[in-house]
């Protein structure tokens, strides 16, 4: 059973304010359902990219892996490790929200990484193909780390905000908006009781009146 508003008289000033305050958090209860609704549509799409991105890593990352064992059978371990340490690159990454459903999301940007083998800086006259492969493979999953980061955190801050809302919800629907009616219920209840104990008062004084009148 739902708790009456405290500190309420019973009045038809009061009345009238509950009246206005129901239909506001009906309203805003319907909008905050709407709300999560569409929220919970876009985490689902994010959750299957989030998905998407996962095994696209895992497949670059298993190709480079391979291709670097293969590298390093032909070259040898401490071969393949010097020419990663002249090899060097820097990646730039530029970091930016975007906005879904009023949520700021990250969005993270790094640009086309992926260098030809003349870039890289090795000469691939005593170098393999299997070694060019493999960095072409690391260089493609590092994007693909990166998109995979920018979708979790996406669907982090989307589960989070999901949350938040369906907790307004159903505060809403299971204690504000019942306490309101309750409340709007002993009101009209009281007011009630008030009129006819006022009309049971009129008719004595009425019948008092009248009988001194007799006298």
Same mark, same amino acid.
């Given at each position: 059973?739902?708790?009456?508003? *405290?500190?309420?008289?019973? !009045? +038809?000033?009061?009345?009238?304010? =509950?009246?206005?305050?129901?239909? =506001? ?5 319907? =909008? ?7 929220? @919970?549509?876009e985490f689902l799409d994010v959750v299957e990219d989030v998905r998407g991105a996962r095994k696209n ?11 670097? !064992? ?10 393949? +490790?010097?020419?990663?340490?002249? !090899?060097?690159?820097? @990646?730039? $990454? ?5 906005? @879904? ?8 940007? #790094? ?13 691939? $006259? ?16 590092? $994007?693909?780390? $990166? ?5 979790? *955190? ?5 589960a989070a905000e999901i949350e938040k809302t369906k907790r307004k919800v159903n505060a809403l629907e ?8 309750? #409340?709007?219920?002993?009101? !009209? ?12 008062? =009129? ?9 001194? *009148?007799?006298?």
């Open positions: 059973m739902a708790v009456v508003v *405290e500190g309420v008289h019973p !009045t +038809r000033m009061e009345l009238l304010k =509950l009246s206005r305050r129901t239909k =506001l958090a009906e309203k805003g209860h319907e =909008l905050l359902r709407e709300k999560r609704d569409a929220l @919970i549509t890593v895992e497949a670059k990352l298993e190709s480079a892996f391979r291709e670097l !064992t293969i590298a390093q059978a032909i070259l040898g371990v401490n071969e393949v +490790r010097q020419i990663s340490w002249i !090899t060097p690159q820097e @990646i730039f $990454v530029d970091l930016d929200t975007r906005n @879904i459903m009023g949520v700021k999301v990250p969005l993270i940007e #790094t640009g086309d990484i992926t260098r030809s083998i003349m870039q890289r800086g090795y000469g691939f $006259v005593d170098t393999s193909s299997a070694l060019d492969r493999a960095a072409k493979n690391f260089e493609e999953a590092l $994007v693909s780390i $990166v998109k995979l980061a920018e979708t979790e *955190e996406t669907a982090k801050k989307l299971y204690i504000i908006v019942p306490r309101l009616v309750a #409340t709007t219920k002993y009101i !009209t209840m009281r007011l009630e009781e008030m009129e006819r104990e006022s009309f049971c008062r =009129l008719k004595k004084i009425k019948a008092v009146l009248q009988r001194r *009148e007799i006298e």
